[in-house]
């Protein structure tokens, strides 16, 4: 008989579970919340456990498509201009970078038309039985949805877990506030040469990644005490703070329309006991959200996805599959989002002796650094599946 879940959630990660799942046999119904799975978000980049973790998925090709290289993760620079390190061919390895949406779009092209059902609000979570059900509300009235499995993947405010971890503290304000852009088609690099970078401030980071079909993904992120705080104009803020910057920041601004700009606080979470509660489990940000400095969330994202898809592949006993997956992702993902934490408390410090010893460190053996940071994120592999 075919196992069926239920999804909440049709972000990257809730998606991913759901193309894995497809693929380990499983029947699966994905709720969002949104009245559609619209082109929302800016860009991002992604480290090689995700493009892994894609490839276990079955999407890795079409992954790589929607994707550019970048330098970013390796080309570090301050205001002037000068470079604290610079990418170096067979020392660094380039990040693939993608638009939200691209990616959002090849991962629900994998799935049946009738599997993502939007406009669903989830209000109850419920357990009592042999099965696991939930309770939405749409526009048409109240639906309810039950099978073998519930997965929350519905985000760092995720209904699912306040429902069923009632007593987990919710989001933790970083003091930090992010804008986000995409310029228009047809963006050149400066020399033609390889895009992508990041830009250290005191108190203030920009990086940039080159994205399909011309476009570049920037990012501005700075310290604030206080959540909630905007500003009329979001283009011209960031203008204001960084628009004197290098080389090719204003140009870069400028080929920014100001609608496509968004701003965010940013928030992650405080470790879970557990990602699991009887036949329902967490993944993605609804589980161990975490500060953007790292560029590991959507990665982690996929790796959950991998492994619990993974972990249900023909799995006999579902309590002792669903306990597997937590022993294997809870550990990795908390040590990615407590690093993710910690990077800005020095890199984002508005201390002027912070950032001095920062950028002369960097500057010195900042290759070294990188990789051995790397190392620790980078080296994961997918587990063998009867797909793989």
């Not at 998925?57 to 610079?86: H, K, W």
């Not at 038309?113 to 039985?129: E, I, L, M």
Request: include cysteine; proline fraction near 7%.
């Amino acid at each position: 008989m075919t196992r069926k879940a239920i999804i909440v959630g049709a972000g990257i990660g809730g998606l991913a579970v759901a193309v894995g799942l497809r693929r380990a046999g499983w029947s699966v119904t994905v709720l969002e919340q949104a009245p559609e799975l619209q082109e929302l978000g800016a860009g991002w980049s992604f480290a090689p456990n995700a493009v892994r973790a894609a490839d276990a998925l079955g999407v890795g090709e079409r992954f790589r498509e929607v994707s550019v290289p970048t330098a970013a993760g390796s080309t570090l620079r301050i205001p002037n201009g000068d470079y604290l390190m610079r990418f170096q061919p067979g020392r660094d390895t380039p990040l693939l970078a993608n638009h939200r949406a691209d990616l959002q779009r090849v991962l629900a092209d994998q799935l049946p038309a009738d599997v993502v059902r939007t406009g669903a609000r989830v209000t109850a979570v419920d357990q009592s039985g042999q099965t696991a059900s939930v309770t939405y509300e749409t526009s048409a009235g109240t639906r309810t949805a039950e099978g073998d499995l519930l997965v929350g993947a519905d985000g760092i405010r995720s209904a699912v877990r306040r429902a069923v971890w009632p007593d987990a503290p919710g989001p933790v304000f970083q003091r930090i506030l992010c804008w986000r852009g995409v310029t228009e088609p047809g963006f050149a690099w400066p020399d033609g040469g390889p895009g992508g970078f990041q830009t250290w401030g005191r108190g203030a980071r920009f990086g940039a990644h080159p994205l399909t079909g011309g476009r570049v993904f920037w990012f501005l992120t700075v310290r604030q005490e206080q959540p909630g705080v905007r500003y009329g104009d979001n283009l011209a803020e960031v203008r204001r703070r960084v628009g004197a910057w290098h080389d090719p920041i204003p140009a870069l601004l400028t080929a920014t329309p100001p609608t496509a700009v968004l701003c965010h606080d940013i928030f992650d979470l405080d470790p879970l006991q557990t990602f699991v509660n009887g036949r329902v489990a967490l993944l993605g940000d609804a589980a161990h959200a975490m500060t953007p400095f790292l560029a590991q969330g959507a990665c982690q994202a996929l790796e959950d996805a991998t492994s619990l898809s993974a972990e249900l592949d023909r799995a006999s006993d579902l309590p002792a599959a669903l306990v597997r997956y937590d022993g294997d992702r809870r550990a990795r993902t908390q040590m990615v989002a407590r690093m993710a934490r910690q990077d800005p408390k020095v890199s984002l410090s508005t201390s002027p002796l912070t950032y001095g010893l920062m950028t002369r460190l960097t500057r010195l053996v900042g290759g070294g650094i990188a990789n051995r940071k790397a190392a620790r994120l980078w080296e994961w592999s997918p587990p063998i599946t009867s797909a793989s």
